[in-house]
């Protein structure tokens, strides 16, 4: 047999090689033989995030703060700045009316969940067009902001949170600006066809937010939803003053949304890296119903062959003690379900207006002028409920008029056909009647209905001329 004869510098390469290939042969056979590791990044992925307050005011405190408190939860499971991205108008923290400046609260115990939250579109960036664009990774389209998108790729998992008000078929932004059931489908349908994800969750706090999935959304794009209500009802704020458990003394707004804190105070008490998806929705599900009369039908739509998942695969994982930062008392400090009162979306506003006429000084100029802003919110309430009565009657005839407008469709129907009839009907209202309130947008289903029945544009502006004649007051 021939004797080779090596440096000793060759004899320590050939000894390198021969080591790495047999630790690449272990791995392939492991990986074969029980699949990959959920430490492989390679297959794994990034973990993205969207987060989303649609409002304005700080009568709308809640919901900077449920996004904000949303993103605390997302740092603390190990996501990057770079990988969350944060829509919030950012009028709360500073605003005249804080009682606590520079800082937000979730809990009435909870300390500041506003700190170190990227600001990546505030105020006029606050958009839908923005929003849309971001999901999709289309930095082009971006107008203002910080230009963050969701750049993910096919192994990536992307959670979505919204939370704000919404009606049927629209969840509320700034501006008039509101994103249509219909859009964000079409954009999640890009989305899924473009194949940048491997899977989705998109959680959504606000009122008849079911008729944004329902009938829409199909199984087979990797997308699961729950929503904080059904197509036909309001989601709920709590920590409202008056109410138990209540804010600090100094506060006259509401700190959260029943929906919201129940999934994120659930998330702050329990292992992320084994509580599932499926799990925590039927956690949240019985706290948000918990309420009878106070509370909401939490759904799921989409595809929910993947809701037995760990959340630590979209929420991240932290020790259960760094929770206790942010929701002091860790463990138990939210009350049992059967203790938490709750408010009306729409109602949070009212409470909010007489809060403040309570707290100002009797006969006060401050007194007098939240007297007043309450004295309008009020009638303007009523004057909305009367004109779509009105227009029920006259499109419909006295009989029917204000049943057809308030009807709701069967169980996974979607809220209308005709989206573009849809929008255009909405538009004529606003020509001859002014812009949609956040309490008007109620109404919505009207517009829905009118166009499922066969109304035209025709038909209803001369109803809304009738009626408004362009007077916005």
């Not at 289309?138 to 192994?155: E, L, Y």
């Not at 036909?232 to 506060?251: I, L, M, N, T």
């Not at 469709?409 to 956040?438: E, I, M, N």
Request: proline share 4%; charged share 20%.
């Amino acid at each position: 047999m021939a004797s080779y004869h090596y440096s000793p510098i060759l004899f320590m390469l050939l000894t390198l090689i021969a080591q790495l290939a047999e630790s690449r042969l272990t791995q392939e056979t492991l990986t074969t033989a029980f699949g990959a590791t959920s430490k492989s990044s390679a297959n794994e992925g990034t973990k993205w995030a969207v987060l989303v307050a649609g409002s304005m005011g700080f009568g709308n405190y809640r919901h900077q703060a449920d996004i904000c408190h949303a993103y605390q939860i997302l740092k603390r499971g190990g996501l990057k700045d770079e990988n969350i991205i944060v829509f919030m108008y950012d009028d709360i923290a500073h605003n005249d009316e804080n009682p606590r400046k520079g800082t937000i609260i979730n809990n009435p115990k909870g300390g500041d969940v506003y700190k170190g939250v990227p600001k990546d579109y505030t105020g006029d960036s606050l958009t839908t067009l923005n929003l849309l664009a971001a999901i999709l990774g289309n930095k082009t389209a971006i107008k203002g902001g910080s230009g963050k998108v969701v750049d993910s790729g096919p192994n990536d998992r992307i959670f979505i949170y919204y939370s704000d008000h919404g009606s049927p078929g629209v969840l509320t932004m700034p501006n008039d600006d509101d994103l249509y059931a219909k859009d964000l489908i079409n954009t999640l349908k890009k989305k899924h066809l473009m194949g940048t994800y491997k899977n989705m969750v998109i959680y959504v706090e606000a009122c008849e937010a079911g008729s944004l999935f329902a009938g829409l959304l199909p199984k087979d794009w990797n997308i699961y939803v729950t929503t904080a209500s059904n197509p036909d009802e309001s989601s709920w704020a709590v920590y409202c003053p008056g109410f138990d458990p209540s804010p600090p003394s100094e506060f006259d707004t509401c700190l959260g949304d029943l929906y919201s804190v129940a999934w994120m105070e659930d998330i702050e008490i329990h292992n992320a890296d084994t509580e599932t998806l499926a799990q925590q929705y039927q956690v949240v599900k019985k706290r948000t119903a918990a309420g009878g009369d106070h509370g909401s039908h939490v759904m799921e739509y989409g595809n929910m062959n993947f809701n037995a998942e760990p959340l630590s695969l979209y929420l991240g994982s932290a020790p259960n003690s760094a929770h206790k930062h942010h929701n002091k008392g860790g463990k138990g400090s939210h009350k049992p379900i059967s203790s938490i009162a709750a408010v009306e979306q729409h109602e949070a506003d009212i409470l909010y207006l007489r809060r403040k006429v309570l707290r100002a000084p009797e006969g006060s100029v401050k007194r007098k002028q939240y007297e007043k802003e309450l004295e309008d919110a009020i009638s303007h309430r009523e004057q909305v409920d009367c004109t779509f009565e009105e227009i029920g009657k006259a499109v419909f005839g006295d009989d029917n008029g204000i049943q057809m407008i308030k009807t709701v469709r069967s169980a996974g129907q979607p809220v209308v056909d005709d989206w573009d009839c849809f929008k255009t009907l909405v538009d004529t209202y606003k020509t001859h009647c002014g812009p949609l309130s956040t309490y008007g947008k109620k109404h919505m289903r009207a517009f829905a209905n009118m166009c499922n029945a066969g109304v035209q544009q025709a038909q209803l502006a001369k109803v809304a001329s009738q009626l408004c004649g362009n007077n916005f007051n």
